[in-house]
């Protein structure tokens, strides 16, 4: 049986992966605000961008833009005012079309249907995914590079698609190690530990709380390459 289908590895890994979240998790002031229109502002910052780069931006464009409503009065230059420091220079084009998306209807982020945000510019399934996640509470899976590095090399679970982020099996595979409640929780420690612990280069294995039963992990330690 691979791993990835042994019903132990999964509770394993989903139970161990909660606990380092109760130490652990970084504290980020979009993590304790479920207001769809900020947890939407939240995510489409964070796309393709540092957590800490939009820590220093979020705050300012709430206290500016609190509501959908103040959002809708912001003009070209109050983007580029906030965001000039984030890159993406593009996001700004985007985030003017939303806008004109918004004031072209009876539009409410708290009233949408998840699905209608889909397409929208810069708008793709994982940011519908963390905004069904973190705005409506759904049980759903929120797969990135960080997310897909740490299940790949956990489970050894291999897509099959040159970009595992548009695998449905991954997402499914995904969907499938969340736990029973407080899945917001353990998406946000996914996130965290993929960024702080089972980094890119150099993981922390050796201090790793899933070491124990980490397929990457036995492979380095059967053939002595033990990452510290
Ligand atoms: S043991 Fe290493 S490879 Fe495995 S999950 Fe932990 S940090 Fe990642």
Redesign the pocket.
């Known amino acids: 049986m691979h791993s990835w289908e042994d019903p132990y590895i999964r509770n394993f890994f989903t139970r161990k992966i909660m606990e380092w979240a109760s130490l652990n998790l970084r504290q980020f002031s979009w993590r304790s605000d479920r207001n769809s229109y900020r947890v939407f502002i939240a995510e489409f910052l964070l796309q393709r961008t540092k957590s800490s780069q939009v820590a220093a931006v979020y705050p300012k464009f709430i206290s500016k833009f609190p509501t959908e409503d103040a959002f809708k009065s912001a003009t070209s230059e109050d983007f580029e005012l906030l965001l000039k420091n984030l890159g993406l220079i593009k996001r700004i084009d985007y985030l003017l079309e939303i806008q004109k998306k918004m004031k072209a209807s009876k539009f409410s982020f708290e009233t949408i249907k998840p699905m209608e945000i889909l397409g929208w510019p810069g708008v793709g399934n994982y940011t519908l995914s963390a905004f069904r996640c973190f705005a409506r509470g759904e049980r759903i899976s929120l797969v990135d590079v960080n997310v897909i590095?740490?299940i790949s090399?956990?489970f050894h679970f291999v897509s099959s698609k040159e970009r595992p982020r548009n695998d449905p099996l991954f997402w499914k595979f995904a969907d499938e190690l969340l736990p029973d409640d407080n899945w917001d929780i353990y998406n946000y420690a996914l996130i965290d530990?993929g960024s702080m612990?089972?980094?890119q280069k150099n993981?922390?294995?050796f201090s790793?709380?899933?070491?124990d039963e980490?397929?990457?992990?036995k492979e380095?330690c059967s053939s002595n390459k033990v990452?510290k």
């Open positions: 590095r740490v090399r956990f530990f612990v089972c980094v993981p922390k294995c790793c709380i899933l070491k980490c397929s990457e992990y380095e990452r």
